[in-house]
């Protein structure tokens, strides 16, 4: 089981490398212009992080009519502490409460929103939140906002999104 989640990372590190998941604005392959949001944590951070996804059920989107007062809640920072009335407001449904922790509002980007999903990714504080699609050319980033229930509060909020052909 540690040997195929090694050689998940080892690929997904290769794609993002390689070029579907653009690493700096001067590539130009994934997206047209890098968004003040994106924030790409370095290489040894990024797989640690990489081995520490939440379960689906403790984060979820901010709908999209949502979206806009989440953004402006986000103005000042990566992330903001809520409480679960809140986050269930946000994303339109009840978010889910298993396990201990916090709900946070936490900065997000996407590129094709309809052909990816987020995951967020969390440890000792240091929190990645990730939308990875499919798509054949470059596109702008696009902020929404995601709810997560996290162990930790955060102490650093990293923010990428990623496209594969």
Known sequence: MALQRTVMLAVLLLVIASGCGEVSERSGGAWTTQDSWYREPDGELLWDLYDSPLDRGRFAPVQELNRAAAEELLRDGPFLQIDAEKANELVGSELGSDGDGECYLLRGLYLQEGTGSFTVYAREGRVL??????????????RTAVVAR?????????TMCTMDE
């Open 129 to 142: 939140v990730h939308h990875g699609c499919l798509g054949s050319g470059p596109v702008p980033m696009n």
């Open 150 to 158: 996290l162990s930790d509060p955060p102490i650093e909020v990293y």
